[in-house]
């Protein structure tokens, strides 16, 4: 039977505030534990909070880029249920009217074409503390700093089809929320992450399967395992006869496999209700409008204005306006390099093979977009060729300086007197007469072993264009 | 509404609360006379009414976002029960 | 003598120097000493550090600086946090919870010179109408001692009347200072919703808790509700208006004023004996020139029912942050993490708070929010609805706070719903979030009878007026229980 995989995600975004959404506490990431954990933050009997500005301006930031409605009222609810990492009891959330309302992203598709997934909500809520598995005496340790940070949650539609489009969706939002400065987007310090609903049936049935929920997703490359993991055993199932149990479960990155979440076993009942200690929050369509004027270009927007503007290709155009840290690289390099063609080469061949090999993100190359339109700069005024160029960006990873530090200090300047390269071509000309009768009778593939002589007398410095010439002139003479 | 000692247990389970064996049929008497009681609301059409989770129709007050809060781990964990390395400590969670 | 004096009076006394902060705070603490053993009405004195406020009062009195309350004794309800000292809320749970926070209400209090001698004894988490369900044992009532005091701030009601304390606070979510002040003879008020701040006062049911003072006098009472009120960034459903001076329009003349008696709060099992002072009180009130009008709150018989799962819905979630883990009563020895919880609430809570918060469970749980609590929450607009139309017509509306004098010990313990009922008139100002305030108006075989005015929203200063003209022209609030004079 042929099946069919239906994804729906939650992303959950912490958004990049100073403090956290009900308290004054610092939100920076990596503190001692429990030191930026305020009497708010714990939950101390009598505490109240207080939401923040910043918060409510980023969710709004947010609703706007994805076309999405945005509830003139909204109401906090209280999810309540005991976890040690949840101080009150209870996670202050939104339930039945979420901050923003329903909107939409397109995501590109591998084979070109390009699909519209919902978005079905994004709510403002809490995140909670961290628990701490190591052994401390058979007991775990909570560190709350954590908790009362201010998280975005975005769910979708199920409105994906495998784990390519799950991935590219989560890319989309990611990308985003950077392009917004909402998030850090910090996937290893658990800025982005998400849960994934999945489930599978029988091409054509309308009615979705049983699905499972996978928590707390926090990398790209592990959402794609994870689902195609949970697929595989879900469909396995099914094909043996039996039937996938609606469950919580957990994706072990380590074994590469899903398995039910203990603490998660017994039937949830939240008992949402809406928190006393908070008032809905109003919205005026004025605020809404003077957001609407400070928000940046979007991809998709900065990806059309690059293909007209540096009359670049539309997969060009959409792999450099992927990220926001990529589209400005890309930016500063075209802008001081005056050759956007080349620099977008430069940084989808060259630049993305070494962050790749590294894996590295375009914010930690060692290679500035300014030293990059340095190079490029040699390269298009003939300094070095693009050969040479690639052994200068190779010296400038690994911290040999700029490139025209690198080009002097290794002697790489292109031979461009054509005195030195006549007498070069003359003396080649002299030692290979085989090959130059072979030429004259008409062997025309011959001159690339000269060019190959000429070059390896001068290191390949030699202006290939130049020595071409001089070849073809002094060979017909 | 009437609760019987399976329904205590529920609800008990749900909120986290020991009730010792004995006081069972007392809580599931007090807790059915109490829904009883609240059941008269039924009686009063709501229709047309909007909830009311305050008393005032005002809108929530927003925060500027500062940090205002400096640390004092010490003095709030002077008085938690069981502490170390500057950690709560709990029986081991299981996810 | 000292002790009966009221703060207005006291606070005369400190300005001429007639006595210091520190001797009236001696006397005070002396006086507890002596007399709480038959009350139990405090859980905590904090004479150590009532000395050492004392002696920085002295210091701001002598320099002509502080305000009305500089260097009077009170009393905090134990439900408000206070930094460093024991902050029970009556409960097991928090018998070793040193507060490490100041609430606001008393931070403004130390602001404005108060001295503070102890935390009264009150119901546990503010959860019951007699003050039998606190965890440090039941508070007695200064007219008989065999009598509850009301609750849940029984212990400062009992305080106060007894002449322990000029003044304590109080908070009220059901009728929780009114219900005492009306059971021990003094006055209380509870403040429209929102104006006093309740950051660091221990949250029963958030939407409806709000605190307040109880005193001798409407006149204290308007000196403290000037140091307790007033806007507090910490607190989001806290109001920022301007705070009036409550002592200001105290002698206001009453003429014209309308006084509506809603019909409802005379039928219901209301005591003939309390039935009768109120008349005589509204007599009182006709003869300072005021007009009484008969009105109908038609839905206030559903205010006890509606505030059955309101209350216990929010209390459900309020009290899960005591789990054992951060701060308060942990179990010996947890096996794993759901016996740490389940023990340590279940030992930590008694058994009307556990009612409570099983109730509010059920009341939320799947399959039942819509019947119960959404309900009860379309019942609780129904009910201010009442109270809108009706201030359409009157200014204030009076009736008695509670339907008999006080009851005696056990009497109603074992049946919750009957005990709920003593609540009934109260209950239906907190769910429309209105200010009311219960005074002295009579007696009924020799114990005390509370007649309550409700007022609009932000209306205190008209309450107090209409209270203090009331005392002016009456000596009831001036009785001392007898063995307390």
Not at chain 1, 92 to 113: F, K, N, T, W
Not at chain 2, 18 to 26: G, L
Request: aromatic content about 8%; some cysteine; glycine content about 8%.
């Amino acid at each position: 039977m042929e099946w069919e995989t239906v994804i729906g995600l939650e992303i959950h975004t912490q958004l990049a505030t100073k403090s956290k959404i009900f308290s004054g506490a610092p939100t920076a990431y990596g503190a001692a534990p429990n030191t930026q954990a305020c009497a708010v933050d714990l939950g101390l009997p009598g505490v109240l909070p207080v939401l923040n500005h910043e918060a409510v301006n980023m969710a709004i930031k947010f609703g706007l880029a994805i076309d999405a409605e945005i509830s003139p009222i909204s109401v906090f609810a209280r999810k309540n249920y005991f976890y040690p990492d949840l101080p009150k009891g209870y996670q202050i959330s939104q339930y039945e009217l979420p901050i923003i309302g329903r909107g939409a992203v397109i995501i590109e598709l591998q084979d070109g074409s390009s699909k519209t997934i919902g978005v079905t909500r994004a709510h403002l809520e809490e995140d909670a503390g961290k628990s701490l598995h190591e052994d401390f005496h058979g007991m775990t340790g909570i560190d709350l700093n954590r908790a009362g940070t201010p998280l975005l949650e975005i769910v979708s539609e199920p409105d994906m089809r495998s784990a390519k489009e799950a991935v590219a969706y989560m890319r989309k939002i990611h990308s985003i929320v950077r392009y917004l400065e909402i998030s850090d987007g910090n996937m290893q310090e658990g800025s982005f992450r998400c849960d994934a609903n999945i489930s599978v049936r029988p091409k054509g049935q309308k009615e979705f399967g049983t699905r499972a929920e996978l928590k707390n997703i926090n990398s790209f490359r592990f959402v794609e395992r994870a689902i195609d993991y949970e697929v595989e055993r879900q469909i396995d199932i099914l094909e043996s006869g039996g039937e996938v149990v609606q469950e919580t479960r957990l994706y072990d990155a380590n074994k590469g496999e899903t398995r039910p979440m203990r603490s998660k076993e017994e039937a949830m009942d939240y008992r949402y209700f809406p928190d006393p200690d908070l008032l809905p929050v109003e919205i005026k369509p004025e605020v809404i409008e003077g957001i609407r004027k400070l928000m940046p270009e979007l991809p998709d927007t900065k990806k059309e204005r690059f293909i007209k503007e540096y009359k670049l290709g539309h997969e060009d155009a959409a792999f450099l306006t992927a990220s926001r840290d990529m589209a400005d690289y890309f930016e500063a390099v075209a802008t001081q390099s005056a050759e956007p063609k080349l620099s977008a080469n430069w940084i989808m061949g060259e630049l993305s093979g070494f962050l790749n090999k590294e894996n590295r993100e375009i914010n930690q190359s060692p290679v500035s977009a300014e030293m990059l339109a340095g190079l490029i700069q040699r390269i298009k005024d003939n300094t070095i060729s693009g050969k040479i160029a690639k052994d200068v960006f190779e010296a400038m990873w690994n911290g040999e300086g700029d490139a025209d530090a690198i080009i002097e200090s290794k002697g790489l300047k292109q031979i461009t007197d054509s005195g030195a390269l006549e007498s070069l071509v003359d003396e080649v000309i002299t030692n290979n007469p085989k090959q130059v009768e072979q030429f004259k009778a008409g062997k025309d593939k011959v001159l690339g072993f000269f060019v190959g002589q000429i070059m390896k007398a001068t290191q390949g410095k030699a202006n290939p264009a130049q020595v071409n010439e001089l070849l073809r002139k002094k060979l017909s003479e | 509404m009437s609760l019987d000692k399976n329904d205590v247990e529920r609800i008990a389970h749900l909120a986290r609360l020991q009730i010792d064996e004995a006081d069972k049929p007392e809580y599931a008497t007090n807790l059915s006379n109490i829904l009883d009681f609240v059941e008269q609301l039924g009686t009063v059409d709501t229709e047309n009414v909007d909830p009311m989770a305050h008393p005032s129709d005002a809108t929530q007050r927003l925060r500027e976002d500062v940090v205002t809060e400096t640390n004092q781990r010490e003095r709030f964990q002077k008085i938690a029960p069981q502490v170390e390395n500057g950690l709560y400590l709990v029986p081991k969670v299981i996810e | 003598m000292m002790h009966s004096k009221t703060i207005a009076e006291l606070a005369a006394g400190l300005q001429k120097r007639d006595f210091s902060s520190e001797e009236l705070t001696r006397a005070t603490l002396e006086r507890i000493e002596q007399h709480d053993g038959s009350l139990n009405s405090f859980i905590t004195v904090s004479g150590e550090l009532a000395l050492e406020q004392a002696r920085l009062a002295d210091q701001r009195l002598a320099k002509g600086e502080g305000s009305a309350l500089t260097g009077i004794p009170v009393a905090q309800k134990d439900i408000f946090c206070t930094d460093g000292v024991l902050t029970s809320c009556g409960s097991r749970m928090l018998e070793n919870f040193i507060a490490p926070y100041n609430a606001t209400v008393v931070e403004r209090m130390n602001a404005a010179g108060a001295v503070m001698v102890g935390k009264t004894n009150m119901d546990e988490f503010a959860m019951g109408s007699s003050n039998e369900t606190s965890y440090y044992g039941a508070v007695r009532n200064p007219w008989n001692t065999a009598a509850v005091p009301g609750g849940s701030s029984g212990g400062s009601a009992a305080a106060v009347a007894a002449r322990l304390v000029p003044a304590a606070t109080g908070t009220d979510t059901g009728g929780s200072i009114r219900q005492p002040a009306s059971l021990c003879g003094i006055t209380g008020l509870k403040p429209t919703y929102g104006r006093v701040s309740r950051y660091g006062m221990i949250a029963y049911a958030s939407s409806l808790d709000q605190g307040g003072p109880l005193a001798q006098t409407a006149e204290d009472a308007a000196i403290l509700l000037n140091a307790m009120a007033g806007f507090d960034e910490r607190d989001s459903t806290s109001v920022d208006t301007p705070v009036p001076d409550y002592t200001a329009g105290l002698g206001n003349d009453l003429g014209g004023l309308r006084i509506g008696l809603p019909k409802e709060y005379f039928s219901q099992g209301l005591d003939d004996g309390v039935a009768g002072v109120i008349d005589m009180a509204i007599g009182e009130y006709k003869k300072l020139g005021a007009e009484v009008v008969e009105i109908s709150l038609p839905n206030s018989p559903l205010a006890v029912p509606a505030y059955y799962v309101v209350a216990p819905a929010e209390c459900s979630s309020n009290l899960s942050r005591f789990d054992g883990v951060r701060f308060g009563h942990r179990c010996e020895a947890p096996k794993d993490l759901e016996d740490l919880y389940k023990r340590s609430r279940g030992e930590g809570f008694g058994a009307e708070v556990k009612r409570r918060i099983m109730i509010g469970t059920y009341a939320l749980s799947a399959g039942y929010y819509d019947a119960y609590y959404l309900k009860a929450q379309k019942v609780r607009r129904l009910i201010s609805e009442d109270f809108r139309q009706a201030f359409d017509k009157v200014d204030v509306i009076m009736g008695p706070t509670a339907p008999t004098v006080a009851f005696n010990l056990g009497e109603k313990a074992d049946d919750p719903i009957t005990m709920y009922l003593s609540d009934i008139y109260t209950i239906a100002v907190n769910l429309a979030g209105l200010p009311g305030i219960s005074i002295p108006a009579g007696f009924v075989k020799d114990m005390p009878v509370g007649l309550q005015i409700i007022g609009n929203y932000f209306e205190e200063a008209r309450l107090l007026n209409a209270a203090h003209r009331f005392q002016q022209t009456t000596d009831w609030h001036k009785q001392t229980p007898p063995g307390f004079e």
